[in-house]
């Protein structure tokens, strides 16, 4: 039977942008903004909201920050509203990759003390062993990582050897597309903000978080490509209610990576109403679907938010 950790993985991976993991090295985005689908099979239809008033126009797109090659997404409604824009905003815009390293280096590791195998429960030392090791990796491999590092290691090496990529993510893709056309390209928050998040976590969440990936690496695969055909569908009411019941169990988690920065932005998006012109906003798609959505805090402040229908 199914239980509500098998859905963590997806669940944070389309909450948070992917960190780099065990040194990998992002390529060049191999899809083009094109605007003919390669076939039916691979045709995505994401969700896309508007927020609108005499001279400002607010577009709300939600991601998967990680997916396969040769699914058909940016296109009609999509980009069409993204050539409207003037600006594109991201959750964040990454840092060059020393700046990166250095952080993760400070936040993630831990380079004295026990090992992470030693800080886990004695029960839990062999199953976590035997994740590595089926994964490819060293008994030892992650042992200076903190648990919350560690946690997202486990959750992208899996499902990147089933082939999907964080160059052909949304997020990859829209970039290399604005500087391409010379939009802005803004950003919610800093990397070091989203690093922080994970490292603020309490330790028993932290660890928590680490033991549930563990227990749900060999279905990590199936939940995403769940996720990923939910949001391929435009249907943010079945992706809210996947992650609802995966977060449902770690208020900790959810507060921190989900209802706070909803808040936030929706505040974000209010203030830059004020400031005429055209934004494409493209966060995590869970950040758009459920009660305590981007776009449910906006419409608490009376702000009229409209689902596009293509």
Known sequence: MKTTAMKTTATILALLLALPACGQQRSAPKQATKTTHVRAANDADPALWVVKDKDTTVYLFGTIHVLKPGLSWFDEAVKTAFDRSDTLALEMVEPDKATAQGIITAKGLNPTGPTLTERLPANKRAAYTRTLTDLGLPANALDRMKPWYAAMNLSLLPIMKMGYDPAQGPETVLTAAAKASGKKVAALETFEQQIGFFDGLSPSAQTQFLLSTVDEVPKAGEEMSKMVDEWSRGDPDA????????????????????????????????????TPGTVFVAVGAGHLAGPQSVQAHLMRDKVKVSRIRY
Do not use: F, G, H, Y
Not at 242 to 264: F, G, H, I, W, Y
């Open 239 to 274: 992706l809210a209610r996947d992650m609802n019941d995966s977060l449902k169990d770690s208020p900790e988690v959810a507060k921190t990576l989900l209802t706070d920065r909803n808040a936030r932005w929706a505040k974000w998006i209010e203030n830059r109403m004020k």
